[in-house]
Nanobody
Framework: VQLQASGGGLVQAGGSLRLSCVASRMIFSVFTTYEMGWYRQPPGKPRELVATITSDRVAHYADSVTGRFTISRDNSRKTVKLQMNGLKPEDTGVYYC?????????WGQGTLVTVSS
């Protein structure tokens, strides 16, 4: 399984970014069995949950991003996206896509998001 994340970059506070992740080499029927998520690791801090979404599109968000971020998935394209609006400097970090299954979790390579004040 390979998770390819993209869309990170440098943005000013208040701006927006959209992250994308595609689960290449994962067939459709398997993709639908995984909960997909975005996690981030701020500088000098441990990795933390940002948002997750089940196969039937039930989403869960960290309190810090609720109302600003939106997670979505397209099962037919095996993709998950994270729309980030109203970005704050504290949103800075490396964002990781994850596929969480019953017995294993796959991680993408991470994409850097930097929010300047």
């Amino acid at each position: 399984v390979q998770l390819q994340a993209s869309g990170g970059g440098l943005v000013q506070a208040g701006g927006s970014l959209r992250l994308s992740c595609v689960a290449s080499r994962m067939i459709f029927s398997v993709f639908t069995t995984y909960e997909m998520g975005w996690y981030r690791q701020p500088p000098g801090k441990p990795r933390e949950l940002v948002a997750t979404i089940t196969s039937d599109r039930v989403a869960h968000y960290a309190d810090s991003v609720t109302g600003r971020f939106t997670i979505s998935r397209d099962n037919s394209r095996k993709t998950v996206k994270l729309q980030m609006n109203g970005l704050k400097p504290e949103d800075t970090g490396v964002y990781y896509c994850a596929a969480v299954g019953r017995s294993n979790t796959y991680w993408g390579q991470g994409t850097l998001v930097t929010v300047s004040s």
